[in-house]
């Protein structure tokens, strides 16, 4: 069973920058896409970004555009996101997920289904 494990959340102030980090077990398996989602106290889950494993297109949620980025390591079998200009409604759980399969178009990277493992989350809290 493939593992996912995420690090890097904390406590930060409005305008701080954070970068969350995404480890997989499965050293020979090779996805086909990883992806960030998080979720607000009494919210669903939505998505953040997502990023393509082999062309390495990335795709982004409107709230984080310009200021959150994903990147990948494949040789350290690494995602991360790095989130700049954090505000209070980035607060939230956030969870990596992946698939192995091929996502058929760009809007598909958006939706939790596309998704067949994901980590335990962690939490980021923006706050003064």
């Known amino acids: 069973q493939v593992q996912l494990v995420e690090s890097g959340g904390g406590l930060v102030q409005p305008g701080d920058s954070l970068i969350l980090s995404c480890t997989f077990s499965e050293r020979t398996f090779s996805f086909e896409a990883m992806a960030w989602f998080r979720q607000a106290p009494g919210k669903e889950r939505e998505f953040v970004s997502a990023i393509n494993w082999s062309r390495g297109n990335t795709y982004y949620a409107d709230s984080v555009k310009g200021r959150f980025t994903i990147s990948g390591d494949k040789a350290k079998n690494m995602v991360y996101l790095r989130m700049n200009s954090l505000n209070s409604e980035d607060t939230a759980v956030y969870y990596c997920?992946?698939?192995?399969?091929?996502?058929?178009?760009?809007?598909?990277?958006?939706?939790?289904?596309?998704?067949?493992?994901w980590g335990q989350g962690t939490q980021v809290t923006v706050s003064s």
């Open positions: 997920a992946a698939t192995y399969y091929p996502v058929p178009h760009s809007d598909t990277y958006r939706d939790r289904g596309t998704y067949h493992f």
